[in-house]
């Protein structure tokens, strides 16, 4: 069935429905992924809650979806956007082809759109609302600021993984189940606790150490639990990846922005101040920390994106707090960044710093 995808600056695209539409029509936030595998762990990340994906390699779904490799327990894109979507899934751990996975999840998939003339008009425009229909006019609403893709995707109650050291508490902003994987991995008890649990509730969990997860949506959003995550983070060790990145750098008086259109995708370059070197690095936001807003900070900043100069990471001056904006448990390639892990880890166990 022929479809249209409607653009806020009155772009229409047109393609083919691979997949039903829920209620002849579907919207969101458009924004594009430029890696050429992952799909799976981008379907099922949460950061991606109320957002069109559109995938600019050509040909997306040839080693199917396999029963491991989901990042969360369900899909949280609105739709999916493609130039060919492969019919089979030519691995032998495949389940479903992309098309299967999909529809048991009523989430619809357009093929046969011109992708690459689509991201240049994102690239040049910035993200935007845009809506999939049936229908080859309408009418676009703006994105609703009252949303709470947060809450959403958070878990609704506190849970353990693993019964290692060190002890973690995990604030879910919307994670990853590869970060909960590569600290078990590293041995630790993980405590997964919702978005907007008390610093009390926290602390009665006898932590060793904090990590502030990654999640959907404008870290301002977040503004009344400031307070609560400045006081856990001053008081324990923590790792902080891509919103809670954010969210640290709000707590103490930092800025954040959004940027045209984001960085998605799995070949980021990322320069460490402190190893000298570059890496590769998988990423997934709109919004960075404004570097201006760091000055009157206790922050260094230690990593910065090669392409933009935004910045990609923050160390503590004083106190054994790291973040970054990028997700050093996935791996585009090599395993290039899964050390911030190990560092974090030895603030937690050492008790020492993590920059030179």
């Known amino acids: 069935m022929k479809a249209?995808?409607?653009?806020?600056?009155?772009?229409?695209?047109?393609?083919?429905?691979?997949?039903?539409?829920?209620n002849g029509e579907v919207s969101g936030e458009i924004v594009f992924f430029t890696g050429m595998t992952g799909y799976q762990e981008v379907l099922t990340d949460p950061s991606y809650k109320n957002q069109i994906i559109v995938f600019t390699y050509p040909l997306i779904g040839n080693y199917g979806i396999n029963a491991d490799d989901f990042e969360s327990k369900r899909p949280h894109v609105q739709a999916v956007v493609v130039y060919e979507a492969s019919s089979h899934g030519y691995h032998y751990e495949a389940k479903y082809s992309l098309k299967e996975y999909l529809q048991q999840w009523n989430i619809p998939l357009l093929t046969h759109v011109?992708?690459?003339?689509?991201?240049?008009?994102?690239?040049?425009?910035?993200?935007?609302?845009?809506?999939?229909?049936?229908?080859?006019?309408?009418?676009?609403?703006?994105?609703?600021?009252?949303?709470?893709?947060?809450?959403?995707?958070?878990?609704?109650?506190?849970?353990?993984?693993?019964?290692?050291?060190p002890h973690l508490v995990l604030i879910d902003f919307g994670y990853k189940k590869s970060i909960l994987q590569s600290l078990i991995a590293r041995g630790c008890k993980v405590t997964v606790v919702p978005y907007h649990s008390s610093p009390q509730t926290v602390e009665?969990?006898?932590?060793?150490?904090?990590?502030?997860?990654?999640?959907?949506?404008?870290?301002?959003?977040?503004?009344?639990?400031?307070?609560?995550?400045?006081?856990?983070i001053d008081r324990y060790p923590t790792l902080a990846i891509c919103l809670g990145h954010q969210l640290v750098a709000l707590?103490?008086?930092?800025?954040?922005?959004?940027?045209?259109?984001?960085?998605?995708?799995?070949?980021?370059?990322?320069?460490?101040?402190?190893?000298?070197?570059?890496?590769?690095?998988?990423?997934?936001?709109s919004y960075?920390?404004?570097?201006?807003?760091?000055?009157?900070?206790?922050?260094?900043?230690?990593?910065?994106?090669?392409?933009?100069?935004?910045?990609?990471?923050?160390?503590?001056?004083?106190?054994?707090?790291?973040?970054?904006?990028?997700?050093?448990?996935a791996h585009p390639g090599p395993g290039d960044t899964d050390h911030i892990f190990d560092e974090f880890l030895q603030t937690v166990v050492k008790g020492e710093k993590v920059y030179a």
């Open 4 to 22: 249209y995808l409607h653009l806020a600056n009155g772009k229409t695209f047109t393609g083919q429905l691979a997949s039903p539409l829920p």
């Open 251 to 285: 707590s103490y008086g930092g800025d954040t922005e959004k940027l045209r259109f984001g960085h998605r995708g799995a070949n980021q370059p990322v320069f460490d101040a402190v190893k000298q070197k570059v890496f590769m690095t998988s990423q997934n936001h």
């Open 288 to 329: 960075v920390v404004k570097k201006d807003s760091l000055a009157n900070t206790p922050f260094h900043i230690r990593f910065t994106n090669v392409n933009d100069g935004s910045v990609e990471g923050m160390v503590h001056r004083h106190k054994p707090i790291l973040s970054v904006q990028y997700h050093p448990e």
């Open 114 to 165: 011109d992708t690459r003339a689509l991201v240049k008009e994102i690239r040049n425009e910035g993200t935007m609302m845009a809506k999939l229909t049936v229908s080859p006019s309408c009418t676009l609403a703006a994105l609703d600021d009252h949303l709470s893709p947060v809450r959403d995707v958070s878990t609704p109650q506190i849970e353990t993984y693993g019964d290692g050291q």
């Open 204 to 232: 009665s969990l006898k932590p060793d150490g904090i990590v502030l997860s990654n999640g959907p949506g404008d870290p301002k959003q977040l503004s009344p639990h400031l307070a609560g995550i400045r006081q856990l």
